[in-house]
């Protein structure tokens, strides 16, 4: 590795980012939704206390899945105490949501805005932001998980007016009902913009236009219910030994007159692209529409059909092991067992869990994502010593990196490095809100060819973006933030701490075990740590006026080598 000038070049970890779901990348069955039976692990009879956080590595561990990465202070403060409490904790921390910071924004010229590169990412910039060093991490961590299910894409010269509704539809609802969800992502001006609805006018018998099918058929294969039935364990239901469809043309077809009639709401000038669309009736259709087990009679008020709609679909009983499993897989396990699957769908169907404290999370009533997401986190594989574990996607691995060296002055207008962090072989090859396609980052079912994961059936969404390039891309993106020399000229945003490990630097066995805990929950294996510490004793300490220079080379590449490892890259 070359840490003396340029960008560093760690080729192993080019070659295999991960060492515990498979090495490689490339195709693979990506319309797959659900492993084969069996595959992960089998879940476990643990005593009652089984969420008690007894020690540094287990904070951290689960930092890790509910949070952006714990700070040495997080580490701290979480020992010793039950991860249902700390959970608890959490759902009552108040929101902060994102449209009131993007507002201001209106009182600017709508020709200049959105062309102004400063101007047209704010909302991107307040994530950052948030992310990093916002006190509601798990309501945060879970606004970036929904956004790779319920998925508006961004391309970088689109308005922010339009896209802090949209996450304020998931952020302000994360804690909420999954109903919620679809009703408030529905009437959002960036999913009807992205998804073709807006503007959706009625069928028109003399020009032969039909409304546009590009919502309906979305919601239901990607937000709702899924291609193909399904037991709660997320399996496949099948039929005579062959898989069952969910809907049919027909469904998409009858669907679609639900979804016209919204629009903006033109008359109110810049506040149209903020407010929530507003249904025309002229421009509704008053047809009869029959899908899946919903009949909405013709002549129904635009509204209330958009509403009746969305009972019918959320009534389905796909929604909870299609939506539960993706919540596991954006939280904790890549390639979750079944069992596991069926105890977040129990929950998300009751809307309520029990922690194993006899804490009670949720309100009862079905699709509650308090009760979803705590047995999401609290499942008791989460608590065992091994476990097959969760790739982490290049943003997760990188917040995690600058909160833990308790960077300062985040300003991400600042970073012209955060402008973008989308392209592969530049940057971090992921983007917050700005996926390729409705589709997201990568495919949920996703078995990676060629890998160890893939040759058992696992599926590891992540490793779809995956390659060398990517993997290149991204140890350099991490090595401008370790250095501290991404922020534009003579600015001084993003100033990581480097105190706590300047004290380690005579001990590199020392600093390494620091870094080992706050990054990877102490999982280096003892090789890799051996490496690590051999590289850094090389490095020379000079005398004088050197002296301080080396001291922080030392501990810059000491963090480099672990959060650009293997094992960084996976929580386990």
């Not at 769908?345 to 009751?350: G, I, L």
């Amino acid at each position: 590795m070359d840490v003396s000038m340029g960008r560093a070049r760690w080729w192993p970890v080019a070659a295999c980012i991960t060492l515990v779901l498979g090495c490689g990348g490339g195709g693979g069955d990506d319309e797959a939704v659900t492993p084969p039976p069996g595959s992960g692990n089998p879940p476990s009879n643990p005593p009652v206390s089984y969420s008690l956080i007894e020690s540094e590595a287990s904070a951290q561990r689960f930092l890790s899945t509910t949070t952006f990465g714990g700070t040495h202070a997080d580490i701290d403060a979480l020992v010793g105490r039950d991860a249902a409490e700390w959970l608890a904790d959490e759902f009552a921390k108040p929101a902060v949501a994102y449209t009131p910071r993007v507002r201001p924004l209106l009182t600017q010229n709508l020709t200049s805005f959105g062309q102004s590169r400063a101007d047209r990412n704010h909302h991107s910039d307040f994530f950052w932001e948030a992310a990093i060093g916002a006190d509601d991490q798990l309501r945060q961590r879970a606004l970036f998980a929904l956004s790779q299910i319920v998925v508006v894409g961004q391309t970088t010269n689109n308005h922010p007016h339009r896209y802090a509704p949209y996450m304020d539809a998931l952020y302000l609802n994360a804690f909420g009902n999954y109903r919620d969800i679809l009703q408030d992502i529905t009437y959002t001006p960036a999913m009807g913009r992205y998804l073709t609805y807006e503007n959706n006018r009625k069928a028109d018998p003399n020009t032969g236009r039909l409304p546009d099918e590009n919502y309906a058929r979305e919601i239901l294969q990607l937000f709702s219910i899924g291609l193909l039935e399904l037991n709660m364990d997320g399996t496949p239901e099948l039929q005579g030994g062959e898989t069952i469809e969910t809907y049919d043309n027909d469904d998409i077809v009858n669907l679609a007159r639900v979804f016209t009639g919204l629009r903006f709401q033109r008359d109110l000038g810049p506040d149209g692209w903020i407010e929530p669309l507003l249904m025309f009736e002229n421009f509704h259709s008053e047809a009869e529409k029959a899908f899946l087990e919903t009949v909405i009679p013709a002549g129904t008020t635009g509204d209330v059909t958009i509403s009746l709609a969305l009972d019918g679909i959320f009534a389905h009983d796909n929604v909870a092991p299609f939506i539960g499993r993706q919540l596991i897989q954006r939280f904790t396990m890549s390639s979750p067992p079944p069992e596991y699957v069926e105890r977040v769908a129990t929950a998300f169907e009751s809307g309520s869990f029990e922690a194993g404290n006899g804490r009670q999370f949720g309100t009862g009533q079905r699709g509650d994502m308090q009760a979803t997401l705590a047995a999401v986190l609290l499942d008791p594989l989460m608590f065992e010593d091994t476990v097959a574990g969760k790739l982490r996607e290049p943003v997760l691995r990188f917040v995690h990196l600058v909160r833990g060296m308790e960077t300062t002055n985040i300003a991400a207008a600042n970073e012209n490095r955060l402008r973008s962090t989308s392209d592969s072989g530049t940057s971090l090859g992921q983007h917050p809100f700005r996926p390729p396609s409705v589709f997201n980052f990568y495919r949920p079912g996703y078995v990676a060819p060629n890998t160890v994961s893939g040759d058992q059936g696992m599926t590891a969404p992540e490793l779809q973006i995956v390659n060398g390039a990517s993997s290149i891309g991204y140890l350099n993106f991490m090595t401008d933030y370790v250095y501290d020399r991404s922020s534009n000229g003579g600015t001084d945003s993003f100033a990581p701490n480097y105190d706590p490990w300047l004290s380690l630097v005579d001990d590199s066995a020392a600093l390494v075990d620091d870094l080992d805990l706050l990054f990877t929950g102490g999982r280096l294996p003892v090789g890799e740590r051996s490496d690590i510490v051999a590289l850094i004793d090389q490095m020379p300490l000079r005398t004088g006026n050197n002296l301080a220079n080396d001291q922080l080379r030392r501990v810059q590449t000491a963090i480099l080598l672990v959060t650009t490892s293997p094992t960084f890259a996976v929580v386990q």
